[in-house]
C-alpha cells in the first residue's frame, strides 16, 4: 500500500499520475464515488472525504479503514487548524488523523507533497 | 530562483533576507501586502524593522508584476505570494483565476532578475470548507506554488525557523 498525503491542492493527484502511470479513470475520487467502490478501488484520491461520508452513513470509519485493499491512498492533511467550533467537524477531524494513522501504519511507502514536490517520509520508492 | 514556504510566522522572511545577505547592493524587496487597517499596518512595521540596514529598496506592488520594471541584474525578494495572489483575485480589478498572470509576471521579474526569492505561504492544510470562492483561492495559490516550485532551483519549508530544503540545495 502506498499512501500520498499532503495539504489540499498541491499536486497530490498529479504526482500520483505520474509516478504510477496512472489515467483519470484509474483514480476513483472518494468526494463523490460509490462509497462501497472505494475499498478495492487500484487509486483513491480524497480518502478524508470517505472517513466523513461513512461516518453521515452511521458506520465506524476506522472499522472501514481497517478493510482498504486499495494500491494507492491519496489523503489531505487537514489537521493543522484551529480546533472546529462544530461537534460534527472536530469528530470527522480526529477519525480522518487516524484512518490517516492506520493507513500509514499500513503503507510500505508513504509520501508528502508540498509545492508538487513529493518527499518520502516512509519506505522507499516501490 | 529559491522558493520559501511555510505556515504562518514561520520564519521565512527571516531565511529569505538571509538568502540575499551576500549581496552588498542592488538589492530590491517587493511588498505585496497593501496597507489595511491596524494588523497588516503592524506587521508591514515589524518586516520594515527587520530588513532595515540590509540594503533593500522597498517597492510597494500589489498587483501586475508583468509591468514591474527593476534594474536588470537586481537581487529580487518578492513578499508574498499569498498576498499578491490575493490582491489578484479579489482587488478592484480582481479575476477569477490570475495563475497564467501571475506565471507570466514571474517570468518577466525572472528575466531582469539575477537573483529572485519568493516567499509564499501554505494554506491548505487545516480541512476547512471556506466556500468557494476562498476554496477558489486556496486552489490557484497551490497551482502556483507548485508551478514556481517546479522551475525553481531550491525549494524551502520553514517549520519553525528550521529551513526543511524540499528541493536543490540552499546556498546559505
Known sequence: MIMITGGAFQGKTEFAKSRYSLKAEDIIDCGSCDLDAVQSARCVRNYELAVKRVMARGEDPLAFTDRLKCDIILMNEIGSG???L????????????????IIASRAGTVYRVC????KIIKGEEI | MTLITGGSKCGKSSLAEK???RYGDNKYYIATMQPFGEETLAAIDRHRKLRAGKGFVTIERYTGLAELEIPSGSRVLLECMANLCANEMFGESGINDPEERIIQGIEHLRTLAEELVIVTNNVGSDGIDYGAETNGYIRVLGRINARLAAAADCVVECVYGIPAVLKGRLLL
Open chain 1, 115 to 118: 509545492c508538487g514536490i513529493a
Open chain 2, 19 to 21: 538568502l540575499l545577505d
Open chain 1, 82 to 84: 484551529i480546533i472546529p
Open chain 1, 86 to 101: 462544530e461537534k460534527s467537524e472536530r469528530e470527522w477531524r480526529e477519525m480522518t488523523g487516524r484512518a490517516g494513522c
